[in-house]
T-cell receptor, first 116, second 114 residues
Framework: AQTVTQSQPEMSVQEAETVTLSCTYD???????LFWYKQPPSRQMILVIR??????QNATENRFSVNFQKAAKSFSLKISDSQLGDTAMYFC?????????????FGGGTRLMVKP | KAGVTQTPRYLIKTRGQQVTLSCSPI?????VSWYQQTPGQGLQFLFE???????NKGNFPGRFSGRQFSNSRSEMNVSTLELGDSALYLC?????????????FGPGTRLTVL
């Protein structure tokens, strides 16, 4: 079974600074995707960024980028130029496998507070 | 396109009662997944429906059930409610058949069991 671990329950960062959220996972699969989802205080979860395991290049989406280390099974999220609107819970997520349909396994989450 | 909608947004029930939650996916999406979110257990997968068929089920007791209609709308039912069922219930819809596709989440239904 896939497991996803986020070791930082809470983090804070000053506005305009950079912060990195950690995620490690365990899987026996070779080709897979990894996701970071954001859940703002309004509660609607949205996809932040997606990484394909077979791509060596780290994914980037504007101020968001990942550091994907496949051998180490590590998938961290870097937020540059942090903004107040980045305050949210962040979840690392892993698909359940080839026969698991749309099931996602989530990490425990990291609560990020961006301070003015 | 309208997003994923969930009704009701808030519910208060008492132990032993049953409850039905509804989820309307994004138009054209045939997959609806349900998750339970609690402070202690985090986000846990309940089940997924695709084209009216349950494709996958998480590790929850039989009191938790669901169904999907021909228009892809989905309902989940919890019978004989327990205090521990208090949670935010999220549904997510997807246009694809595997979790490699982006999933779109609704705002959730906050269930409180007294």
């Amino acid at each position: 079974a896939q497991t996803v671990t986020q070791s930082q329950p809470e983090m804070s960062v000053q506005e305009a600074e950079t912060v990195t959220l950690s995620c490690t996972y365990d899987t026996s699969e070779n080709n897979y995707y990894l996701f970071w989802y954001k859940q703002p205080p309004s509660r609607q979860m949205i996809l932040v960024i997606r990484q394909e395991a077979y791509k060596q290049q780290n994914a980037t989406e504007n101020r968001f980028s990942v550091n994907f280390q496949k051998a180490a099974k590590s998938f961290s999220l870097k937020i540059s130029d942090s903004q107040l609107g980045d305050t949210a819970m962040y979840f690392c997520a892993f698909p359940g496998g080839n026969n698991a349909g749309n099931m996602l396994t989530f990490g425990g989450g990291t609560r990020l507070m961006v301070k003015p | 396109k309208a997003g994923v909608t969930q009704t009701p947004r808030y519910l208060i029930k008492t132990r032993g009662q049953q409850v039905t939650l509804s989820c309307s996916p994004i138009s054209g999406h045939r997959s609806v997944s349900w998750y339970q979110q609690t402070p202690g257990q985090g986000l846990q997968f309940l089940f997924e429906y695709f084209s009216e068929t349950q494709r996958n089920k998480g590790n929850f007791p039989g009191r938790f059930s669901g169904r999907q209609f021909s228009n892809s709308r989905s309902e989940m039912n919890v019978s004989t409610l327990e205090l521990g069922d208090s949670a935010l219930y999220l549904c997510a819809s997807s246009g694809g058949q595997s979790a490699y596709n982006e999933q779109f989440f609704g705002p959730g239904t906050r269930l409180t069991v007294l």
